[in-house]
């Protein structure tokens, strides 16, 4: 039988992580990095997407990446291409790539709405199909998909957001059921609130810091770095058994409510 090591190893893996240039992505990009796999990044940005790779390479990190918007169908196809073509092939597809307009939805535009879907659900569709032809060709692949706390249960103000990420659990469902037999495993990872620099201002407020505080059962807010294990596990032979599902990385918080009513 493998050891611990070989069982939730992904050396040598080649790894496409769109939207990996900061927050989440870049995390899991590095800690796939750190344990020897061949990783590839993905960003609309070319800027920050530049950074990201100087910044991991100085760190010790070997890091490629492939400027791709996610909402643009011509953009997956020329990515992938180039991927393939300079890596052979892709063992596993980490869709990350989101964004996000907080307003009543009243006042959601059609243009907020398709800005939203467009890259949250349409994209990671997109990149999927495009990713998953390949991978249905070599009869193997993983592919991890980031949803959401919104998954479980919808915030307010967030609705084209909410929407995207429940969309994308029914895609990982479906992907699962039709690509399972043909050798290719799809998964979700949903966090909870994960504090990063987009995040910031958000938790910095004192009632936002209490009410996570009073409903999170481990009593802190996530970081980044704390969905490169479960991302490590998805994508390794530890979870062979396993497609169609969602983890929820959220310390504890979609377990229930809390509310204000003595125990005693």
């Not at 949903?190 to 009593?219: C, H, V, Y």
Request: glycine share 10%.
């Amino acid at each position: 039988m493998a050891g611990a090591e070989d069982l939730f190893s992904v050396e040598g893996q080649v790894v496409l992580v769109s939207g990996g240039s900061r927050g989440i992505g870049r995390a899991i990009a590095e800690g796939f990095a750190e344990r020897r796999a061949r990783v590839i990044i993905s960003s609309r940005n070319p800027e920050s997407l530049s950074q990201a790779v100087e910044e991991m390479q100085e760190s010790g990190l070997t890091v490629e990446s492939v400027v791709c918007d996610v909402s643009s169908e011509e953009d997956i196809t020329s990515s992938v291409e180039q991927v393939l073509e300079a890596a052979g092939h892709i063992d596993t597809l980490i869709n990350v790539a989101g964004v996000n307009r907080r307003k009543r939805a009243e006042t959601v535009t059609t243009e907020d709405y398709d800005f939203i879907m467009d890259t949250n659900l349409r994209g990671a569709f997109l990149l999927s199909r495009a990713v998953g032809r390949h991978m249905i060709e070599r009869g193997s692949g993983t592919q991890i998909n980031i949803q959401s706390l919104n998954t479980w249960m919808p915030l307010k103000g967030v609705l084209p957001y909410a929407m995207s990420k429940s969309g994308m659990q029914g895609m990982t469902r479906a992907l699962a059921l039709e690509w399972g037999p043909r050798g290719v495993r799809v998964n979700s990872l949903s966090p909870g609130f994960i504090l990063t620099d987009l995040t910031r201002k958000l938790w910095s407020d004192e009632t936002m810091q209490a009410w996570n505080a009073a409903n999170a059962p481990l009593g802190r807010l996530g970081v980044p770095e704390d969905m490169i294990g479960t991302a490590i596990f998805l994508a390794s032979r530890a979870s062979a058994f396993m497609t169609g599902q969602t983890l929820y990385v959220d310390g504890g918080f979609s377990s229930g409510w809390n509310w204000p009513i003595p125990l005693d």
